[in-house]
């Protein structure tokens, strides 16, 4: 088989119709269809429906109500303190000597009535003075009948004399002076055995007052003087309470000697661990001077009658502690108002008080006592 020299094939540079079109379909219809896609979406939302704008509907609040009633109110004082001792005193003798005896419950804490004997001094060379001073007086005593005997004497002899002599001459003719001096031996014999019993009464120290012994210094064998102490009592009849507070607060209760005759009454408990029965009744009785030191606070002494509950009206109660740091509220002066808990108010003096149309308002109040 044989070919023409001119039949070799030949490509064409320019792509056929058919290509062309696919290639045009390719591109410009996915373009035509974003297009189309974008202008619906724009006419969509240009004319879609809007929704008008509306308040939002009121949600009702639960609340807690509260009828704030207008009526007297007493004032309650809270404040802190200390238990004092209202009598405090350090036993010394009166006079020297051995201690022989001490009384068998002298101890610390011990209770003693007023006039029970605690220490007792060696009393013998007492008793010899008492002898020695009574022996003393019955010779003065007798040198005072002799010398009014010899003063009738003289008086007789003058009478018999029957002349008128000088007055200062008539009291040595009579024996006066030495009359006077006679008796003066007499009082000064009867004055020195009173001194002499009275030491020997000494010599056996006794409770000043009803009083329980915080310590004792002595014990049998001691030698005393008027120096020497035996032991720290205090009077169990009354205790103190040394309570501070705000010097605002004052105003408000009964001070004597200061607003009132009579003063605030006081409701004592412990600080802490304090039960019902360990209440005590109080009464305000003064206003120290002088603020505390490190909070400036007010002073005031509050008494407290029987602390250690020995009567029988106040059996059962717990005796205070000297040193015991209490809690008490003091009874004031009565006002009138409606009491509020401290919890309803917002933003300092403000409360929510519903109106005449079941709103709450806010609205300032005049707080004329917390407590």
Same mark, same amino acid.
């Given at each position: 088989?044989?070919?023409?020299?001119?039949?070799?094939?030949?490509?064409?540079?320019?792509?056929?119709?058919?290509?062309?079109?696919?290639?045009?379909?390719?591109?410009?219809?996915?373009?035509?269809?974003?297009?189309?896609?974008?202008?619906?979406?724009?006419?969509?939302?240009?004319?879609?429906?809007?929704?008008?704008?509306?308040?939002?509907?009121?949600?009702?609040?639960?609340?807690?109500?509260?009828?704030?009633?207008?009526? !007297?109110?007493?004032?309650?004082?809270?404040?802190?303190?200390?238990?004092?001792?209202?009598?405090?005193?350090?036993?010394?003798?009166?006079?020297?000597?051995?201690?022989?005896?001490?009384?068998?419950?002298?101890?610390?804490?011990?209770?003693?009535?007023?006039?029970?004997?605690?220490?007792?001094?060696?009393?013998?060379?007492?008793?010899?003075?008492?002898?020695?001073?009574?022996?003393?007086?019955? $010779?003065?005593?007798?040198?005072?009948?002799?010398?009014?005997?010899?003063?009738?004497?003289?008086?007789?002899?003058?009478?018999?004399?029957?002349?008128?002599?000088?007055?200062?001459?008539?009291? @040595?003719?009579?024996?006066?002076?030495?009359?006077?001096?006679?008796?003066?031996?007499?009082?000064?014999?009867?004055?020195? @055995?009173? $001194?002499?019993?009275?030491?020997?009464?000494?010599?056996?120290?006794?409770?000043?007052?009803?009083?329980?012994?915080?310590?004792?210094?002595?014990?049998?064998?001691?030698?005393?003087?008027?120096?020497?102490?035996?032991?720290? @009592?205090?009077?169990?009849?009354?205790?103190?309470?040394?309570?501070?507070?705000?010097?605002?607060?004052? /105003?408000?209760?009964?001070?004597?000697?200061?607003?009132?005759?009579?003063?605030?009454?006081?409701?004592?408990?412990?600080?802490?661990?304090?039960?019902?029965?360990?209440?005590?009744?109080?009464?305000?009785? !003064? +206003? +120290?001077?002088?603020?505390?030191?490190?909070?400036?606070?007010?002073?005031?002494?509050?008494?407290?009658?029987?602390?250690?509950?020995?009567? /029988?009206?106040?059996?059962?109660?717990?005796?205070?502690?000297?040193?015991?740091?209490?809690?008490?509220?003091?009874?004031?002066?009565?006002?009138?108002?409606?009491?509020?808990?401290? !919890?309803?108010?917002?933003?300092?003096?403000?409360?929510?008080?519903?109106?005449?149309?079941?709103?709450?308002?806010?609205?300032?109040? $005049?707080?004329?006592?917390?407590?």
């Amino acid at each position: 088989m044989s070919l023409a020299p001119d039949s070799s094939p030949v490509l064409s540079k320019s792509p056929p119709p058919r290509a062309l079109g696919r290639r045009v379909v390719r591109w410009v219809l996915p373009l035509m269809v974003l297009s189309l896609g974008a202008g619906v979406a724009a006419w969509l939302i240009r004319t879609a429906p809007r929704a008008p704008r509306q308040p939002p509907a009121p949600v009702a609040r639960l609340v807690e109500v509260m009828e704030a009633r207008y009526q !007297r109110h007493q004032v309650r004082v809270p404040a802190f303190g200390t238990v004092l001792p209202a009598q405090e005193v350090t036993l010394y003798p009166r006079v020297s000597g051995e201690v022989i005896g001490i009384h068998e419950q002298f101890l610390p804490g011990s209770r003693f009535a007023t006039g029970e004997v605690l220490v007792q001094i060696d009393p013998s060379d007492f008793r010899l003075a008492v002898v020695q001073r009574e022996s003393d007086l019955v $010779q003065a005593r007798s040198a005072l009948a002799l010398e009014e005997g010899q003063q009738a004497v003289a008086r007789q002899e003058y009478e018999l004399l029957g002349r008128e002599i000088p007055e200062a001459d008539r009291d @040595l003719v009579l024996r006066r002076p030495q009359l006077e001096q006679a008796r003066a031996r007499v009082q000064a014999a009867e004055a020195a @055995l009173e $001194q002499a019993r009275l030491n020997l009464e000494r010599t056996a120290v006794r409770a000043p007052f009803n009083c329980t012994v915080r310590t004792r210094w002595v014990n049998v064998g001691s030698q005393v003087t008027p120096s020497t102490p035996l032991a720290l @009592l205090a009077g169990t009849d009354e205790y103190w309470v040394e309570a501070t507070l705000p010097v605002d607060q004052l /105003a408000w209760l009964f001070v004597p000697g200061r607003n009132s005759p009579t003063g605030s009454v006081a409701r004592i408990r412990r600080a802490a661990g304090s039960s019902a029965d360990a209440e005590r009744m109080g009464t305000v009785l !003064r +206003l +120290l001077p002088d603020l505390e030191k490190d909070g400036r606070m007010a002073r005031i002494l509050v008494t407290v009658q029987d602390p250690l509950a020995v009567r /029988a009206e106040h059996a059962g109660l717990t005796p205070l502690l000297l040193g015991d740091a209490v809690r008490l509220e003091l009874e004031g002066r009565s006002v009138q108002a409606a009491a509020v808990d401290r !919890r309803w108010f917002r933003d300092g003096d403000r409360l929510w008080i519903m109106n005449e149309r079941d709103e709450l308002e806010i609205r300032p109040v $005049q707080v004329v006592f917390r407590g």
